[in-house]
């Protein structure tokens, strides 16, 4: 472990150690927040009683299928899009200002047209993570080194085998930020959706808890929600310095 | 018009012109060109920067297709695309950094549809014989630039080319990596006895490994001259030390340094001296 990975692991420690004494110190009274202890004890409880699984699976559920549209289709269309140069000088200024807007305003649109069920809440996951992806590709297309491509036309391949055996290798360190963006957004769409209104979800759970004023759900949901998109952002950054050091980007 | 050798040629390439579209602007690349290499042959082709060597050797290999004019490998046209048998090196480092050496080396094979047992074959003598058998499980970022075009080199090999096209595959090295890759090169072409078309700056490089050798024009490139080395075939670096040698660098200068200084008439006399 090298020196910046000690230092930040300790900032984090740090937080959680300052936080825990200013609860015991009651500071912060247990109706405004449970201490980091008692949290994690909390939460070693709820995943015993088995209680947060259904809804667990749920969200794991819609945000890896949202995730997966966003990341396959964003591709698709961002190759397209990279491909087809009238394509591009018409949607290029719309995917710029996308970000811009508020798109989780159309959620409840979601809701009406797809009901309430996991599909709105996939929708709303893909509508943000989409764009990232889409960016990503173009990105990536434009970056591949074009002796790559004169090297695939000196071995005759047809379009399809350049792309998936030439292209979208090459492209790989910026793909891996388009699927960083979609897993972020397609995350925070799906947990946020299941906060405003869900049949279930991890989102949900975390409302409903903080609703009924049951701190020690809610935190202990909280602290299940952040420990699990951390794994998954460790394990795509774990990737991403991989490919990079392969590349002998970093 | 450049003489061809008496055999039968491998390559032929008679163009009248060729113009392409810079920003609806036309450029005039190429001039007249007509030349003929024989099987076998080391032909080197150096000229001022911007006089359309590398177009030239695109169009050779297939790759662009010429505004007028046609060009035959093995007496059948090429047309589109790289002809079987046409192996190219390009200038930049083409290796692919998500494959390890020797996956490299077998990427064209597989796309051949050679057996496991064949691509492994060549490939360890690919490897062996571009002393590259230590690195065979690298990735190219971890090699060093000249090692990176060995593999290059290696990935066009293990194909059997008869024509190699090589546009100016060492310009990104230093002057001693350079002359030893220069002997790696004449040690692959006696061992294959591919046809060898060499794009090139380097006076040297050219004198030292061609049996033949074209000077192009300034823009639109055309042929001003062929020189014949007369060097055996079993030659390596140590020709440099020879006066025929310095005879040969001396005529290709004459007639380069009056290109350039045409394709740069407004340059100081500071630099048409150097």
Known sequence: MNLVTTLRIAVIAGAALLVELLCRLNVITPFTMTSPSNTFVNLVHLLASGKPWPDLTFTLVNTLAAILVSVVVGFVLGVLIQRIPRLRRVVSPLLAAYYAVPTFVFYPLMIVLLGLNRLSLIAIGVTLGLIGMIVSTIDGMDRIPRVFLKTAATYRMSPVARTFLVALPAATPHLITGIKLAVTYSITGVIAGEFILSVAGLGRGIAVAYNDLDNKTMYALLALLLTSVTVVNVGIHEWERRVYARWGLR | ?274
Request: aromatic content about 6%; proline content about 6%; hydrophobic content about 40%.
């Open chain 2, 1 to 274: 018009m450049i003489q061809a050798p008496p055999a039968a040629p491998a390559l032929t390439v008679h163009l009248n012109e060729h113009v392409y579209d810079k920003g609806g602007r036309p450029v005039h690349a190429l001039g007249e060109i007509d030349i003929a290499l024989a099987p076998g042959e080391f032909f080197s082709v150096i000229g001022p920067s911007g006089c359309g060597k590398s177009t030239l050797l695109e169009i050779a290999g297939g790759l662009q297709k010429a505004t007028s004019g046609t060009v035959t490998f093995e007496g059948k046209p090429v047309a589109g695309e790289v002809p079987d048998g046409v192996g190219i090196v390009f200038q930049e480092d083409a290796s692919f950094p998500w494959l390890t050496v020797r996956n490299n080396i077998a990427f064209g094979l597989r796309r051949h549809g050679i057996d496991a047992a064949e691509i492994e074959k060549r490939v360890d003598y690919a490897l062996d014989f571009m002393r590259l058998g230590d690195f065979a499980d690298h990735h190219p970022p971890q090699l060093s630039g000249g090692m990176r075009q060995r593999v290059c080199i290696a990935r066009t090999l293990v194909l059997r080319p008869r024509l190699i096209l090589l546009d100016e595959p060492f310009a990104a090295l230093d002057q001693q990596t350079r002359l030893m890759m220069g002997e790696e090169l004449l040690r692959l072409w006696r061992s294959t006895n591919a046809t060898v078309l060499l794009i090139t700056h380097g006076l040297d490089e050219a004198a030292m490994l061609s049996d033949r050798i074209g000077v192009m024009s300034a823009r639109p490139g055309h042929f001003v001259e062929t020189l014949v080395t007369g060097w055996p075939r079993d030659r390596d670096s140590r020709v440099v030390s020879e006066p025929h040698f310095g005879e040969l660098t001396a005529a290709m200068w004459t007639h380069l340094r009056a290109e350039s200084m045409r394709s740069a008439p407004d340059a100081s006399g500071a630099t048409a001296d150097a």
